[in-house]
């Protein structure tokens, strides 16, 4: 059994990560690549389903993500995290686990992604019914040396889903 591969979209709340997954996800579907996707405001409500939005939770959450996508991987079933995960840390954790692991940064203005806030997280961190929100009273690291960067606020879906696939054929991840 071929090892699958993990691809982590990583980026600001609202910064384009969900939209560039599902273009990703119908892409490599049209290589007859199976994926799954591992969205983290899904999964969180499994594995912290009173989330606190802190460190020490974040951690937790994200190192439980981590181990779900290696155990996906080491199965033969390639994933695609959509998360945020603000600490470089925690994607670095993913990338140590996970043998097939390839780092993208959905680079947007703060500005854009607050313009945007389809799930009201800005407002309300703002209003401070919402701690924790990185961009606004948490911090977000982004990677140092992404393997892609896609401008969430310029760029296509569906050409940043290419643009992604051509590095994952590039390492052998994929064929075309």
């Not at 974040?58 to 181990?67: M, N, P, Q, S």
Request: glycine share 8%; net charge negative; proline share 6%.
């Amino acid at each position: 059994m071929e090892t699958g591969f993990a691809v982590w979209i990583t980026g600001l709340p609202a910064s384009g990560k969900s939209t560039v997954a599902s273009a990703l996800e119908r892409e490599l579907a049209s290589l007859g690549v199976n994926v799954a996707v591992l969205e983290s405001d899904v999964l969180r409500k499994v594995f912290t389903p009173n989330p606190r939005y802190d460190e020490e939770e974040r951690d937790v959450f994200y190192g439980a993500l981590a181990h779900v996508g290696r155990l996906f991987t080491e199965h033969g079933v390639s994933v695609i995290f959509d998360a945020t995960a603000n600490r470089r840390a925690y994607r670095d954790r993913a990338r140590r686990e996970i043998a097939r692991f390839l780092e993208v940064f959905v680079d947007t203005p703060l500005s854009v992604c607050i313009a945007r806030d389809p799930k009201g997280i800005y407002r309300r961190g703002r209003e401070g019914s919402a701690t924790g929100v990185p961009g606004l009273d948490a911090e977000y690291e982004p990677p140092r040396s992404p393997d892609v960067v896609i401008r969430g606020d310029a760029e296509d879906p569906a050409e940043a889903a290419r643009c992604i696939v051509n590095a994952l054929v590039n390492r052998n991840f994929v064929k075309e």
